[in-house]
């Protein structure tokens, strides 16, 4: 798996417009900083498993259901019909990966800013 890049930003950019959650996106970034700045813990798979269920739920289109395909291969360095055939189990590894390896504030930070 590879790390995150500014193409990257682009195509998420294009599933948060596609699915129409940039608002979401937001407010999950705020809810992080403001836990951050009173010192609370945040516990990421909590608010990782939140947001994927938000984005699943948008992704009932098949056009925002193929851009995630898509995305995740790329970021996998998978083909997208490998993808498909991941469950949900190998799913949440690879996000729980995905949050540890790369600056995920930085990144939405900057998606949400292109939609």
Same mark, same amino acid.
């Given at each position: 798996?590879?790390? $995150? ?9 294009? #599933? $948060? ?13 705020? @809810? #992080? ?12 798979? @909590? ?20 851009? #995630?395909? %898509? ?5 996998? @360095?998978?083909?997208? *019909? ?6 949900? %189990?190998?799913?949440? *590894?690879?996000?729980? #990966?995905?949050?540890? @390896?790369?600056? $995920?504030?930085?990144?939405?930070? %900057?998606? %949400?800013? $292109?939609?």
């Amino acid at each position: 798996m590879r790390k $995150l890049t500014l193409p990257d930003t682009f195509a998420f950019a294009r #599933i $948060l417009k596609a699915a129409d959650i940039k608002n979401e996106v937001i407010n999950f970034s705020k @809810e #992080i900083l403001a836990r951050k700045n009173k010192k609370q813990e945040i516990n990421i798979e @909590e608010v990782g498993l939140e947001f994927v269920i938000t984005l699943i739920t948008a992704a009932a289109d098949v056009k925002v259901e193929e851009k #995630i395909y %898509s995305f995740l291969a790329s970021v996998c @360095e998978m083909d997208v *019909e490998n993808v498909k055939k991941l469950n949900l %189990s190998q799913i949440k *590894e690879i996000i729980k #990966i995905i949050i540890a @390896e790369n600056d $995920l504030k930085a990144f939405f930070q %900057s998606a %949400s800013a $292109l939609t």
